[in-house]
């Protein structure tokens, strides 16, 4: 896209903060701290320190979302919508990501070093939710000084976590972007999940979460990370990419992968391993299972009142977090008032659409953020001035 | 239903062929013998031989399809469909099922004993096919002196057995019904296969194939059985079954199975391990995986000049062995100029429809092994008399 660029070179922040004896009191009521949490962030925090936007990791995320770190080849993980001139433009917007807490990619989670024993916490890390990630973030806010984020957005758990931050303080969100995410899991999505958690439950290198970090579970964690692969993609991506195509002419060993697609989900599950703690992946997905926005009802209460204009996308082939769902948050929102606008974007990359299917999100994105921005700047210069108009439908295929 | 019943007390039979050194010849090449079935009939074999039907079982069943055995309280897989007045009307019909060439359930398989060695092959076992299964079922009907099937019926793999049968033996079937199956794996199918077998394969106790009986790689076989069970039920069934409820109002420990559909999988998995060995699960969807009825062409070559009239039958909620793939069998049939009927059944069931929504089910088989057999009795009666009308479309919901 022309006048669009890279962030460039960038560093890993980290601050902690519920240094004992100010623990940060957990939704399980358990206590935690320190909690330390990795962050970056991209642009510059304006004046009036209006225009920040939290952008929220899905399960195996990290706080590297953009640019590129020094003697590093790879972007971040969603380099291609931050940027200047990009979706989250930060010519113009102050961008910021943290690694989950229970994550394991410099942020407090399974594997940091527990205070009382000086070995990693494995298990005897506390049960975490949803609702504990937002509130970590929160003392991060808090921490650079941030009353009010222009908005929050994020894809599968971190559509979550967006939706958290509504129900949590929505009156420091003048937005939020829940993208391919659900109120609450399905049985098949907990399924799905316990499968994964399972596998790695079972590989005996799990020793009860207390494997030594040079020594994980790794068969187990590579047949979650397959399993995921799997429904983060679509049928009709996975014909494109795979068809029915063998690996090469030798005959191979009994049983060893022949198909390129067996070969393809070998080489992610491995590589995973690589990255990813498998107690974080047992945590993480817990909490994801556990979340459910709007409690046993419709979702309609918790969101009563919330001023934040909302943006809901999901994509058409997405069969882990299905369209369907998209609309229940949409209809949750429509039922408690809250100016909500949905668009449901034709794609056969899966859930995997909403890091890949960049085009259409980033006009949806660009447009949104902008109407949000501009009216905040007509709040700053005119408090208390209502908007007139809704944003309720228009931009996108509408259910 | 009025008037229909049970089967009653059952017996499974065996049959041994291919003694060396007349072993058969495997589509690897490969040489096998000696083999044996495990098999059971219903019903009674007419004068003319022509009441037939022959009914082919997916992954994880057996020879056991109707009836129950003395002392056993459960009835076979596919109870509901075989007996007196029943869909497959033993009153009427002769109804025969054996476990497949690979199985674990009396026949021949990676379990069995090598005459070789007096241990069980593991992964000396050969690599078989589809086309070796059905080729071993020939064997099976001949030893019964039955010339022509009136038909061939079963569900996912069963189905792919019944559309081996169509390609390698159309003279010997009038008819055939393949059920929620495919013309061959999608990169997907593959994909939830490879998943199962890498779990096996993880388990240590799976001991590169050549794990004792009696002590199986029994986790690795769970979640192998899980993935399964997933993909057998649907989005809307698993809602229906388990919702998000949980299991109990004590806390459980850490990461132990909470939600009900976890407890569900958790049952499911290690049930399995019970009756099903580990090999002939990597050794059978391999077979599956590796099928392919048409070979890379539209399958229509394959089909041409085929007299058998085909039923398809797909389920709409079935995602694993989805209705286009059924679409696909009769776009192939069509093209090649089978007579072939097409039925939609609405269900919620999922994959699992083709063994519990039976009434439907029910009613689609009867009326069409009943113009079938009608027809047969005619060509019976006055050979070489063509039948005047086509049974395409009209007996069901059309795609």
């Not at 005959?251 to 393809?264: I, L, Q, R």
């Not at 369209?323 to 229940?328: C, L, N, R």
Request: some cysteine; overall charge negative; glycine content about 10%.
């Amino acid at each position: 896209m022309e006048g669009t660029g890279s962030v460039g070179v960038v560093e890993t922040n980290y601050f902690t903060f519920a240094r004992p004896p100010h623990e940060m009191v957990l939704e399980s009521g358990e206590r935690l701290g320190p909690i330390t949490l990795a962050y970056e962030t991209y642009g510059r925090l304006d004046q009036n320190r209006s225009n920040a936007i939290l952008v929220l990791h899905a399960l195996s995320g990290d706080a590297h979302a953009a640019g590129v770190h020094r003697g590093d080849k790879g972007a971040g993980w969603w380099d291609a919508m931050i940027g200047p001139g990009r979706a989250l433009d930060t010519d113009r917007y102050f961008v910021i990501c943290s690694n989950v807490l229970g994550g394991c990619r410099g942020s407090t989670g399974p594997s940091s070093k527990n205070p009382d024993t000086g070995e990693p916490y494995g298990l005897d890390f506390p049960i975490i939710s949803i609702k504990d990630m937002v509130e970590a973030q929160r003392h991060l806010i808090d921490h650079l000084g941030i009353e009010t984020l222009l908005s929050v957005i994020g894809g599968s758990s971190g559509g979550m976590q967006a939706l958290q931050w509504m129900a949590s303080y929505p009156e420091r969100i003048r937005s939020a972007i829940p993208i391919a995410t659900t109120l609450r899991h399905s049985p098949q999505q907990i399924a799905l999940s316990e499968v994964g958690r399972q596998a790695i439950m079972s590989d005996p290198d799990w020793k009860s979460g207390s494997y030594h970090l040079h020594a994980p579970p790794a068969r187990g964690l590579a047949i979650a990370r397959m399993v995921g692969h799997i429904t983060y993609m679509s049928d009709t991506s996975m014909k494109g990419k795979f068809g029915r195509r063998l690996r090469g002419a030798r005959k191979p060993a009994k049983f060893s992968p022949e198909f390129e697609v067996e070969g393809y989900l070998e080489y992610r599950g491995s590589n995973f391993v690589k990255r990813f703690d498998a107690n974080s992946y047992l945590y993480i997905t817990k909490a994801m299972d556990h979340f459910d926005a709007a409690g046993p009802g419709d979702g309609a209460k918790v969101f009563l009142g919330i001023k934040a204009k909302v943006l809901v996308l999901a994509f058409k082939s997405d069969w882990l977090y299905p369209p369907y769902q998209s609309q229940e948050i949409v209809e949750a929102c429509m039922s408690a008032g809250v100016d909500v606008t949905y668009c449901e974007i034709q794609s056969d990359y899966g859930h995997d659409a909403f890091l890949l299917e960049i085009e259409e999100e980033s006009d949806l994105v660009r447009n949104f953020l902008d109407k949000v921005f501009n009216a905040n700047e007509a709040v700053t210069e005119r408090p208390r001035r209502r908007r007139a108009h809704r944003l309720r439908g228009g931009e996108g295929t509408p259910a």
